[in-house]
């Protein structure tokens, strides 16, 4: 339920725009393809980034048939301004809801919005819903504004009107350019970004006020379940600072939201299980990247988890938050 994609051919966003650094790619001989920001090398990736058929063969080798396909979180441009960001944003999922519709046995999309603006975020999540997407992606902060900030929360009741699931994946990490060495900023900066947050949707009175939106947190949740005693204690010894806008105690959120697997430690995952209950782990693998889990679940497989906890993440979590028929995939 955590997989990213992009078209093999993207627009030079940034020519046609005539300003920022948009993404778009440099093809090789050898079959892989430079992500350029601007005009400065961003990351290489290969063919399994777009190529939907090679990555049905890859996920067969681990006996997965169906993958949750959302674009890479770097493509949000949620800094853009807003017609471009639009205009981007409804290329990338045009090109999701094709492949859905080509694969519906294969692929299920998430869509990416302007989330920068209100009123266009909500049209586009409007668009995305009518050809077929289920729910969407967005960051872990808007330009460094917290999901709490009140212009948010029209985008989340919009989703819950129309059922519509989030998963929050962490971006413009904090402290990014003081902690470039040694790759921290995906290694200390995303678990810290997705407990911003999560702590942000709970304190804020978002998952209070809409209790039947379905969140997924990225990457096991982030930081924010191995630190939830020491969340739970500044909530209730400085409830002056942090209990301002929801007086509900961040403990009993705890398994109304969902969380992917990935936390390449078994150990780790029990301890997640233990508090979310294995309905609200999913399978996630962060898929084609390095730091994701490209095994698919293999780590679960070869553990001591009971079959019906496994059956759990494999699928049922999945296809509860996503609001799916297990049916529609056989």
């Not at 770097?74 to 809801?97: G, P, Q, R, T």
């Not at 782990?281 to 496994?310: A, M, N, R």
Request: hydrophobic share 40%.
């Amino acid at each position: 339920m955590h997989t990213h994609i992009i078209p093999k051919n993207l627009p030079n966003w940034t020519d046609k725009f005539g300003y920022g650094d948009f993404i778009f790619l440099e093809h090789n001989d050898n079959g892989t393809a430079d992500m350029m920001q601007g005009g400065k090398f961003f990351r290489r990736i290969e063919e399994n980034c777009w190529d939907e058929k090679m990555r049905i063969t890859d996920y067969e080798k681990y006996h997965t048939q169906v993958q949750v396909v959302c674009t890479i979180p770097v493509m949000f441009s949620y800094w853009a301004k807003v017609s471009d960001c639009v205009e981007l944003s409804m290329f990338l999922n045009d090109h999701i809801a094709d492949l859905v519709a080509r694969y519906p046995k294969n692929y299920i999309g998430l869509a990416t919005i302007p989330m920068q603006d209100t009123e266009a975020a909500i049209k586009e999540l409007e668009r995305a819903k009518s050809i077929g997407h289920v729910g969407i992606q967005i960051g872990s902060n808007i330009n460094d504004k917290n999901l709490s900030e009140d212009e948010f929360f029209p985008i989340f009741e919009a989703c819950e009107r129309l059922g519509m699931a989030v998963m929050i994946h962490p971006w413009q990490m904090m402290g990014f350019d003081s902690m470039k060495k040694y790759w921290l900023p995906w290694l200390v900066g995303m678990p810290a970004e997705t407990s911003r947050a999560a702590c942000s949707l709970i304190f804020g009175g978002i998952l209070e006020r809409l209790p039947n939106l379905r969140v997924c947190f990225s990457h096991a949740g982030g930081s924010f379940l191995p630190t939830l005693g020491r969340v739970e204690h500044g909530f209730n010894c400085r409830p002056d600072l942090v209990a301002i806008d929801n007086h509900i105690n961040p403990r009993e959120y705890v398994g109304k939201f969902w969380v992917d697997c990935i936390t390449h430690d078994i150990d780790a995952l029990k301890y997640i299980l233990n508090l979310q209950g294995s309905k609200r782990v999913c399978l996630g693998s962060d898929y084609p990247f390095p730091l994701g889990d490209l095994e698919i679940g293999k780590f679960i497989e070869d553990s001591d988890l009971s079959k019906e906890v496994q059956q759990n993440i494999f699928s049922h979590s999945t296809l509860e938050w996503l609001n799916l028929d297990e049916k529609s995939f056989l």
